[in-house]
């Protein structure tokens, strides 16, 4: 009679830790989801007004280098984009696409929002 009553007992209290161990486990479960619900907020892209203040300028022939998002080398005449915080270049309208999607760099992952607004014209020296 002993050993039932402890094992009734033992029984319980195995049921009742892999209860809590279950509704913990689906806790934890739907906080990492929340949380990956509000990273992917934050890396909203850039809006059309954010995106218009980044600094662009006509790419100089003899100059090296290609953009990585299409993976082309840089033509002359080709409109390009420098990021501001990081200084990776781009051509324009691939950095854009990009940028209305995320508001890191592709390459460093550097966030570019809050970038000093102005449009600056590089020159690059013939080689």
Known sequence: MVLSAVLLAAGITLMLVVHILVVLWVLRRGMTA???EHAEEEDAGLTAEELGELPCHDFKEGGP????VCLEAFM??????????CEHGFHAECVSSWLRKSRLCPICRTEVAG?????VVVEVAAA
């Open 65 to 68: 280098g290609e953009c990585a």
């Open 115 to 119: 970038a000093v607004a102005g449009e």
């Open 34 to 36: 929340r949380v990956a």
């Open 76 to 85: 002359a005449g080709d409109r390009c984009m420098v990021l501001p915080r």
